[in-house]
């Protein structure tokens, strides 16, 4: 190890620096030419030779990062690391521009589904109703559909499109979804990766989250029509913030983590497990700096029961409503369903 150390003393650390961006350049030129020059990318990527390729170009990436990491441990410099901090979060900017807006998305859009193409399955048809008080889902993704696509999402017949199927024309208001979802979630990634490079005072986080997209470890319903990929988004936003508050103490966060999980929660009512973590992370700040946390810890309180619980009454006052009127069905011929 002390050899090591004394051949990487005698290498300048600058070499380190510029090789790693060059390589996470080459990495998205790599992802990016080919959908941009080729009709039909899919078989270009199928080739063995160049999943090789792929594999070596990692293998270089993260052994240049590595010995970055190394020379920069070894020079104690802050100057170096500041300029090596900046270096590789502006190839990673570079990097995270040429697959969104050329490639058209990184997570393997190449090879898997083009930017101009989305997937429906039979729940899709309640996602992109708005939401009301008979809707079946909660509100949050319904919302987002309607946002995202302008309000025309909900005059698409979904039962009328072959399901699990590429669809690229004639569902414009479904690609407006399909897309602005796996824009949050590359950016998600993105806002990941940059505080943990911040925080952690190192430059490993990049490679990793690159590594996450180029393989394709994200949900593989991020093309669906479906509330996975925004809940994944939330969840990566929301590790980002707690990661934050547990290095910085930054009070603030709290609430703003509050409100994350209510929206994780008003997505996809799985992620209830957020709130048991939340809870955790408020306790050892109630523990840590009570004086000073109590009302953050308040406002962060009010927000989960007010949006969660709030909407939880709000569900049984709708569930209890509908058992009501199936009661009085029989007293009255003049009932209709559309009451609920």
Not at 139 to 157: D, H, K, M, N, T
Not at 256 to 283: D, E, H, K, Q
């Amino acid at each position: 190890m002390q050899k090591l150390f004394k051949l990487l003393s005698r290498i300048p650390s600058r070499l380190f620096q510029i090789l790693g961006p060059v390589l996470i350049l080459s990495l998205a030129l790599f992802r990016t030419l080919p959908a941009l020059l080729l009709d039909n990318p899919a078989q270009f990527f199928n080739k063995p030779g160049l999943k090789i390729a792929q594999y070596t170009l990692w293998v270089l990436i993260i052994l240049v990062c590595l010995l970055c990491e190394l020379s920069l441990h070894i020079s104690q410099n802050p100057k170096d690391w500041i300029r090596c901090r900046n270096f590789h979060l502006g190839t990673l900017l570079v990097a995270y521009i040429l697959m969104v807006f050329f490639a058209h998305g990184w997570v393997n859009e190449v090879t898997t589904s083009s930017w101009n193409t989305c997937y429906v399955e039979p729940d899709t048809k309640s996602y992109i109703l708005p939401y009301n008080i008979k809707s079946v889902r909660t509100p949050l993704y319904p919302l987002f559909s309607q946002v995202a696509s302008s309000g025309a999402a909900a005059s698409i017949r979904v039962n009328d499109l072959p399901f699990n199927q590429p669809l690229t024309s004639g569902v414009l208001p479904l690609l407006q979804i399909v897309q602005s979802q796996k824009l949050i979630l590359l950016t998600s990634a993105l806002v990941l990766a940059m505080t943990m490079v911040y925080l952690l005072h190192s430059i490993l986080p990049i490679p990793l989250v690159l590594l996450f997209l180029d393989f394709d470890f994200f949900t593989t319903y991020k093309a669906y029509v479906l509330s996975e990929a925004l809940a994944q988004a939330l969840l990566i936003l929301l590790a980002a913030c707690l990661l934050a508050y547990l290095y910085k103490a930054w009070r603030w966060l709290l609430p703003f983590s509050a409100l994350l999980v209510a929206m994780l929660i008003l997505t996809r009512p799985s992620n209830a497990y957020g709130l048991i973590l939340f809870a955790a992370i408020l306790l050892w700040a109630l523990l840590k700096d009570f004086k000073r946390s109590r009302f953050y810890i308040l406002a962060s309180i009010l927000i989960s029961a007010v949006l969660v619980f709030g909407y939880i009454c709000a569900s049984q006052k709708r569930f209890l409503l509908g058992q009501i009127c199936q009661n009085r069905v029989p007293e009255s011929k003049s009932f209709s369903g559309d009451f609920i």
